[in-house]
DNA sequence: CTGTTAGCGCCTTCAA
DNA sequence: TTGAAGGCGCTAACAG
C-alpha cells in the first residue's frame, strides 16, 4: 500500500512541494500553466493527497459522524438517508457507527470519530447511556454536535426530537372517541425519555375523557415482536383484557395483534390496536395496522442542517426542533358499525 | 475543541515527549515508576493521544470501513452486526458507509475510508458500479478487502457470497414438486450477478424437469413491494397467469402477494408463491411466505474473518466461501389435498 | 509566482 | 532509562 506523495510528484517535476500543494489545492498564487502540469503529470503518477496528513494540518476534514444504537428496524436507516442527503450535496462525507444499544461501544465511537476528526457528530443515544460526561465536555468545548431522537434533557446541545406526548395523545383520543375506555398502553423501554413522554401522552388522553387508569394497565415490553406476543398473551392469560392498546412501537403492535388473532379474539372488535413510528409493515398486517408517521427522513434532513450551521458558522446557542407526525388511521382501530 | 497534546504533558512533568509517548504505549524501555506518574497526570490532564498523529506516523489503524448499497432492508445491517462482531471483539472500529446504489458515491466512499488508513475494507458493490478500475488498483497494491453478496468475477479478490443459483434451484424445484407447472421468475436487477446466478437456478430446475420456458415467464422487477405489485398486475392484465411464482426477494414476493389477493385469486390455490433472503415479514403476511434463508450475520462475520487473515498475516491468496441457506416452506408455496 | 521552512502530534531510532 | 532529533505527508506563512 505505497502512496505517492507530494513529494515524490515536486522532485520529478523539478518543482517545490508547496507548488504541488498549491496546484492540488486550486489556489491562484500559482501560474496557471506550471498548475496544469503539475495537476496532469501529478494525477498520472497517481498521486492523491493523504487525507491524514491534510487533516493534521489542517484543522477541518470534511467527514461528519453519525452514531445510531442499531438499525435493522427502518427507522434509523431512513434518518440516516436524510442526513446524507444533506451532506454529500456539500461534499462532506458521513461515517456511521452503531453503538448496539452499549453504553461502553458509543463512547468507543464517540472517541473515534473525533480522533478521526470528524467536524461533527449526529448521535441517538443507546438504551443503556448513563453517563454523559464524555458528551459534556465535547459540548463545553464547543465540539458541534445535535442529537436526534434520543437524547437527554442533561445535554445542553441542539437537538431535533418528535413530539411523542402529543401524538401518543391523539393515538389515544382516536380509540377513546372510536368508543374504547379500557385502553391499556404497550411501553417499549419506559426509561427512555421518549417513552415516558408517550406515557404522558396516554394518561394525558385519558384523564381529559375522564377515565380512570389502572395501574397495569401500563405494561412495559421491549422493541421487538416477540415482546409484542409475550405482553399480550400474559394479559389474556390473566383474563385481563384490554378493549383497546395503544403501542410504543409497530413490531409490538403487530405482535400483540398475532398473539390476538391466535386467541380467537378480533380485531379491532375484541381489541383495537395503533402502533407508532410507522413502518412499511402496517400494510401488510391484518387488519392493516393505525400507526403514527413519524418524519424520519426529516429529522435527518434536520440534524444535518442543525449541525451544518455549527459547523459553518458555529453558533452556539443549542437548538430544539420539535417535529410533527402523522395519525394514520387504519382498520385495526376503527369501530365497525 | 483544544486538545491536548503530548507536548503540553511533556512539559508539565518535565519530562521528554518520548517518554510520554512510551508510556502510552506501554512499552518497556521506560522505568515503571515514571511510567505509572506520566499516565496518572496524562490522564488528569485529560491527554488522549491523537489517532490522526499516530495514524501518520504508524501504519496501522485499527479501524476497518464497511461499504454497502443501502441499508433500509434488514440484510445489510444483519451483515453487518455479524462483521462488527468479530471486529469489536479484537478491538477494531468498524466505520460505515453507505453508496446509495449509486457507483460515484461508492467511489468516494472507498476513498475517504482509504484515506482516513482503514486497515482493510469490506464492501458490496453497488447496483451501478461498472467501472472496477479504482478496486482493481487497490487489489493490486496489496490492499486488504473482501467482498461479499454483490461482487464481480473479475475483480481478484477474496469474497463470500451465497450458493444463489443452488438455492433457486431448490425454491424452484419445490413449486415443481407440489405440482405446478406454469413457474414464472420475477428477478430484481437482472444484471448484478447474482441474480443471473438466480435465474440460471431458475432455468436448471425447471429444465430438469422438462418444463419449457417462454421468454415472459421471466420478469424483471426492482427491489421494493411496489415493483412486485406492478409486475403481478401486468401479469393479471395481461391475462398470462401463472401457477407459481419464484421471487428473487422478499419484498417482491410479498408485493406480488398483495396484488394477486386484491385481484380475488387465491394463495397456494391459484398461484404458489416463494420468496429469497428471508425477513421477519414472511411469518407476518397471509399466508405465510415460502423463503430461502441466507445466512446473513454468518456472512458477515466470515466476510470479517477473512479481511483480518489478510490484515494479520497479508496472505494475498484470495478466498472464496459460498455460504449455504435453507429453503423454508411455508403455506404460500403449499398445494393443499 | 516560486520555494524555503516551520509546524500539525506522534512514534521511533539512536546516543547519551 | 532517558531524551534529542528526524520523519510521517501536507499546508501555510514568509521571503525572494
Redesign the pocket.
Known sequence: M?????????KKL?????????A??D?????????ELILKVGKEMG????????K???QKTFNIGVIVPEFVNAFFPEVIIGIQDVFLKRDYQVLIMQSNESYETELKNVQTLEGNMVDGLIVSLSRETHNLEYFKSLINQGYPIVFFNRYNEDLHASKVIFDDFKWMFFATEHLIKQGFEKIFHLSAYQHLLLAKNRIRGYKKAMSKYKIEIEPDWIVETGLFLEEGDAAMQKLIDENNIPEGITCGNDMVAIGAMRTIKRNGLHIPEDIAVTGFTETPLVELVDPPLTSVIQPTHDMGETAAKLLLKQIENDSPIPETVILNGILNVRASSMKKE
Request: charge should be positive; avoid cysteine; proline fraction near 5%.
Open positions: 505505497k502512496h505517492v506523495t507530494i513529494k515524490e510528484v515536486a523539478n518543482v517545490s512541494v508547496s507548488s504541488v500543494s498549491k492540488f489545492n489556489r491562484n498564487d500559482i501560474k496557471k500553466e506550471t498548475k498521486y492523491h493527497p493523504n487525507p491524514i496528513a491534510k493534521l494540518s489542517q
